[in-house]
């Protein structure tokens, strides 16, 4: 979707972090990206080494750890885990799903020195 | 010397003396030089340190909304962000909406990527609007809206609808801080568009379908739009309407003043 955005969002996140935990640069940062959010991984992989160009994070390594898909069944009330948006209930074949988790879009956390 | 602690000038590594300019150019580790980024090593700490971060990426957008929420109920005032692919028909709907409700206050936050053409056809309707031009960019974001709302001043228990940018896809995740998205949604756009762009259809709790008059022409299956809609949100209200008959008009007024009404309350 608008994943220089994205990059734009994690950069001020890391300025921020630069200037109160004192460091210069981050070697690895890892994301937590939900099934449902919507990112394209390899544009955001595209977009990472232009938006972070001198910045703090300009070359580090950016690791995406993948969230799976939940969602609540209306027809057994039970939240189960799918892959896909349009997957049925496991437990019950039930094809009217809401969507609860899947749409995180998280720095979790960065080595830097 | 080196400039680091001040020892001489030949290092042992390993079995080897060696001068301390070729231990660095060989790349090896010799007491106080780590073979780490900072080429440094400190008795008692390690060169890299992991940061735990926990922050999703789109907080301070987040951040602003709940701002931007905050005053918007402490003034009774409901929002409501427009959401549809372009040519749906939302400043015609926007249109017959506002002169449809007559003396009500309410104010217009208009979103394109260019042209003020959109905030020209509400302030026609003498509706209080304001145009944010994105440019590049494909989506309304909080702080857009935090500055329209700054100029704007809503008054207190009026509507404050925001056209946001014709696209099905971006502003699904950015929250401005509206009571509710409204996803709008033509009949001439093809029957599994909600299919195609579940996001904006699973964040938005009403559905209008527009442009109903249109519907025998171009063999649309109203009830297959609203079976593909409920598909990806079963718990989705949808209304059909026509802006250029005005069918279905008076359940879309009802709708809007009664969740006004439930904000007066809160």
């Known amino acids: 979707m ?25 070697l690895v940062l890892r994301l937590e990206i939900g099934r449902f959010a919507g990112v394209e991984k390899q544009a955001l992989h595209f977009a990472w080494d232009e938006g972070m160009r001198g910045s703090p994070a ?46 995180e879009m998280r720095i979790k956390n960065m080595e830097v020195v | 010397m080196c400039s680091v602690c001040g020892c001489g000038d030949t290092v042992r590594v390993g079995d080897l003396d060696l001068s301390h300019a070729d231990a660095h150019r060989f ?61 749906s028909g939302k400043t015609t709907l926007l249109c017959k909406t506002i002169t449809a409700l007559g003396d009500a206050p309410l104010a217009v936050i208009e979103g394109d990527q260019q042209t003020s053409h959109d905030a020209d056809r ?18 309304l974001d909080a702080q857009m809206v935090a500055a329209a709302i700054n100029d704007l001043r809503p008054r207190t228990g009026s509507y404050l609808f925001i056209e946001n940018v014709g696209n099905l896809v971006c502003p699904a995740a950015f929250d ?28 938005a709790s009403l559905a209008l379908l527009t442009k109903t008059d249109l519907a025998p022409h171009c063999d649309a299956d109203l009830s297959a739009y609203e079976a593909n809609l409920r598909r990806v949100n079963p718990t989705i209200e949808i209304l059909r309407l026509s802006s250029r008959t005005g069918d279905g008009m008076d359940a879309w007024l009802a709708w809007l003043r009664a969740r006004l009404a439930a904000k007066g309350a809160t």
């Not at chain 2, 980024?37 to 008692?44: F, I, N, Q, T, W």
């Not at chain 2, 509400?122 to 989506?139: D, L, S, V």
């Open chain 1, 58 to 103: 300009a070359g580090a390594v950016l690791e995406i750890i993948d969230l799976p898909g939940q969602a609540m069944c209306i027809d057994c009330d039970q939240v189960v885990q799918i892959d896909d948006r349009f997957d049925p209930c496991p437990l019950c074949g039930g094809e009217r799903l809401l969507p609860q988790g899947g749409d």
């Open chain 2, 176 to 203: 401005l801080g509206e009571d509710a998205k409204v996803a709008i949604l033509s009949v001439t756009e093809g029957e599994d568009k909600p299919l195609k762009y579940p996001d904006m259809f699973t964040a």
């Open chain 2, 27 to 87: 790349g090896l580790a010799h007491h106080h030089h780590g073979l780490g980024p900072a080429g440094l090593s400190v008795p008692g700490l390690t060169q890299s340190r992991l940061i735990e971060v926990e922050t999703a990426i789109l907080s301070k957008n987040d951040a602003i909304a709940t701002e931007n929420r905050h005053i918007l109920t402490a003034l009774g005032v409901l929002t409501l962000n427009l959401v549809s692919s372009p040519g």
């Open chain 1, 2 to 26: 608008h994943e220089l955005t994205l990059v734009e969002g994690i950069r001020t996140i890391v300025e921020d972090h630069a200037r109160t935990q004192h460091f210069a640069r981050v």
């Open chain 2, 122 to 139: 509400i302030r026609a309707t003498g509706a209080p609007a304001i145009q944010i031009n994105t440019g590049k960019g494909c989506h």
